[in-house]
C-alpha cells in the first residue's frame, strides 16, 4: 500500500479558517448579549407596568361619561390623593374605579336630588352623568374615618360605591393608583379629567 502524502494548508488558507471562526464566535456573542438585554429589558417593562403604572380595563358603566365600559387606562401608583382624583383600589378579589369626593376627617352630604356637598360646600361635578342619590344605604351626613377616601362613580345612578355599605370607604392603602390616561380606543386617546 502506498501512503498518501498529507498536504499541508496554506497560511493564508488557515488565516481564513481562523477569520471565519472568529466571526461566528464573534456573532454568537452579539445575539447572545441581545437577547439578554431584550429580557432585561422585557423584565423592567413588567416591573414598571405592575409595580408603577398598571394598566387596566374599564368593566362596566359606573364611571360614564368620563371612561367607558372596554376602555383601557393607566393608572399611576401615587402616595397622595385628592378630591376629584379617579382612582383605582382592590375590592374583594377585583379591581374598581371610582371619584375620590372627601378625605378622611371630611363630612360628606347627599340630598334627595343627588347634589354632593363636602364640609357643607356643595361640590362642582361637571364630569357626572346625572345627579342621583343613588343606591345610598349610610347615614347622612357621613364623617369619612381616618386612613380613607369616600369614592363614587361618577354615572351615579348605577354606581355602587361609598354611598353603600357593600363598598364603604376605602382604605388609602387599597388604592393602587391614579387613573390618568385613556390609551384605548384611540379615539379616545388623552388625560383623563
Not at 362596566?60 to 361619561?65: C, D, F, L, R, T
Not at 369626593?101 to 354632593?116: H, S, T
Not at 347615614?139 to 355599605?165: I, Q
Request: overall charge neutral; some cysteine.
Amino acid at each position: 500500500m502506498a501512503a498518501k502524502k498529507l498536504e499541508v494548508p496554506s497560511l493564508e488558507l488557515l488565516e481564513s479558517a481562523l477569520n471565519r471562526e472568529e466571526i461566528r464566535k464573534t456573532r454568537r456573542r452579539i445575539l447572545r448579549n441581545i437577547a439578554f438585554s431584550l429580557l432585561v429589558a422585557a423584565a423592567m417593562a413588567v416591573l414598571v407596568v405592575v409595580l408603577l403604572l398598571p394598566v387596566l380595563q374599564v368593566n362596566g358603566s359606573s364611571m360614564q361619561e368620563t371612561l367607558q365600559n372596554e376602555d383601557i387606562v393607566v393608572a399611576v401608583n401615587s402616595p397622595v390623593y385628592h378630591a376629584g382624583d379617579v382612582v383605582a383600589f382592590y375590592y374583594n378579589n377585583s379591581i374598581l374605579i371610582k371619584r375620590v369626593i372627601a378625605d378622611a376627617g371630611d363630612w360628606v352630604d347627599i340630598d334627595r336630588e343627588g347634589n354632593v356637598y363636602v364640609n357643607d360646600r356643595l361640590l362642582d361635578e361637571p364630569y357626572i352623568h346625572g345627579k342621583s342619590l343613588g343606591r345610598c344605604n349610610i347615614e347622612l351626613p357621613y364623617r369619612v374615618p381616618d386612613g380613607k377616601c369616600f369614592v363614587m362613580g361618577d354615572h351615579r345612578a348605577v354606581s355602587v360605591d361609598s354611598r353603600n355599605t357593600a363598598v364603604g370607604c376605602v382604605d388609602n392603602d387599597k388604592i393602587m393608583g391614579r387613573v390618568l390616561f385613556r390609551i384605548w380606543p384611540l379615539s379616545g386617546l388623552g388625560r383623563i379629567k
